[in-house]
């Protein structure tokens, strides 16, 4: 997963070079603030056998993000809530632990062709989280959260994202979701 996680990281960097030399000083066609909307599937990102197996859950975020009109690259606030479910079966006893855990993070994208009806973007935030586990005993932390994250703007409002979330071994996720941004299209 690791080797994998570096070629991406690598490849994506090495587009952002070309892109950049290509796109030169060029002031993008897109306005200063946005709001995106997003909804989406989480998963577990890890295998966990003291938890067993891992279903997918739900993930609801909203984001603001203010675009430079002379770079490609925008800044934002992000906020999120997800649940992730493992579970399996001992015996005659099914077990079921629900993982929730509340983001906030800074973020940052750097986006290909900004302002062009069909924009890839690869970006990061970095912040905090709140988790917990709904089960037996109940557990709950506070932990500094990093998302990695990649995605395409279609038509200057939907986005699709696919981001990870790394914090806690229990509550890392791998998230797919679609929003709209409101906002920030074409001037």
């Excluded at 009806?117 to 500094?144: L, M, R």
């Amino acid at each position: 997963m690791r080797k994998m996680i570096v070629a991406i990281v690598a490849i994506v960097a090495s587009m952002m070079v070309e892109a950049s030399a290509q796109s030169g000083y060029v002031i993008r066609d897109v306005g200063a603030v946005e709001v995106e909307l997003g909804v989406g599937l989480a998963t577990a990102a890890n295998r966990m056998p003291e938890y067993g197996k891992a279903r997918p859950g739900v993930d609801a975020n909203v984001e603001v993000r203010y675009n430079f009109a002379a770079q490609p690259v925008d800044l934002g606030l992000y906020a999120s809530v997800c649940s992730i479910y493992r579970g399996d079966r001992v015996g005659d006893v099914a077990r079921s632990y629900k993982f929730v855990s509340k983001n906030l993070m800074l973020t940052s994208d750097y986006n290909f062709f900004q302002g062009g009806k069909v924009s890839p973007y690869i970006g990061f935030g970095v912040g905090v989280a709140w988790s917990d586990i709904a089960a037996n005993n109940q557990y709950g932390g506070t932990n500094f959260v990093v998302m990695p994250r990649a995605g395409v703007e279609l038509s200057h409002h939907v986005r699709l994202t696919v981001s990870y979330k790394i914090f806690d071994r229990a509550n890392n996720h791998l998230t797919l979701s679609l929003g709209y941004a409101f906002g920030g299209g074409r001037r």
